[in-house]
T-cell receptor, first 113, second 115 residues
């Protein structure tokens, strides 16, 4: 069975600085998708970034980028130029070939002005 | 992007009663929808996979007779919490796969409080 682990329950970053959130996963599948979701206080799940496992190039979406290390089964999220609106809970998620999403425990990100 | 609407956003019900939560895909057809449960400050836990026109597949430990799932059309899945108890109080979220089946779109969630 697949597992996703986020070992940082809480992180803090100064506004305009850069922060990296860690995520590791375990799977025996060779083809899969990885996601980072943001959940603000409204609790609406918002897709931040997506990575296809067969792509070696790291995904980038504006200030958000990932460091995808397939062999190490690591999928970290880097947020550059952090903004107050980035404060939220962030979940790393693995999508199995059945379509199920398996979430990590989540990391609460605080952005200090 | 695809829109998934979940209703109601919040509901309070008395112990022993049943409550139904709807999940609709507004601008696409969803053959598969997923139902999650989330406790405060915790992760989303998959409860069941809802398949249009067939029985839902429940995750281990989820009581199928308590959490009834119906997916009667390509745009609507419902979760009914039967004989609700205070321990059923939680945040319930649905998601539906987009047409490319590579991305999930989430409803707004439903906060259920059983008193």
């Amino acid at each position: 069975a697949q597992t996703v682990t986020q070992s940082q329950p809480e992180m803090s970053v100064q506004e305009a600085e850069t922060v990296t959130l860690s995520c590791t996963y375990d799977t025996s599948e060779s083809d899969y998708y990885l996601f980072w979701y943001k959940q603000p206080p409204s609790r609406q799940m918002i897709l931040v970034i997506r990575q296809e496992a067969y792509k070696q190039q790291n995904a980038t979406e504006n200030r958000f980028s990932v460091n995808f290390q397939k062999a190490a089964k690591s999928f970290s999220l880097k947020i550059s130029d952090s903004q107050l609106g980035d404060a939220a809970m962030y979940f790393c998620a693995y999508r199995s070939n059945t379509g199920k999403l398996i979430f990590g425990q989540g990391t609460t990100l605080q952005v200090k002005p | 992007g695809a829109v998934v609407s979940q209703h109601p956003s919040w509901v309070i019900c008395k112990s022993g009663t049943s409550v139904k939560i709807e999940c609709r895909s507004l601008d696409f057809q969803a053959t598969t929808m997923f139902w999650y449960r989330q406790f405060p400050k915790q992760s989303l836990m998959l409860m069941a996979t809802s398949n249009e026109g067939s029985k839902a597949t429940y995750e281990q430990g989820v009581e199928k007779d308590k959490f009834l799932i119906n997916h009667a059309s390509l745009t609507l899945s419902t979760l009914t919490v039967t004989s609700a108890h205070p321990e059923d109080s939680s945040f319930y979220i649905c998601s539906a796969d987009g047409e490319r089946n590579t991305e999930a779109f989430f409803g707004q969630g439903t906060r259920l409080t059983v008193v």
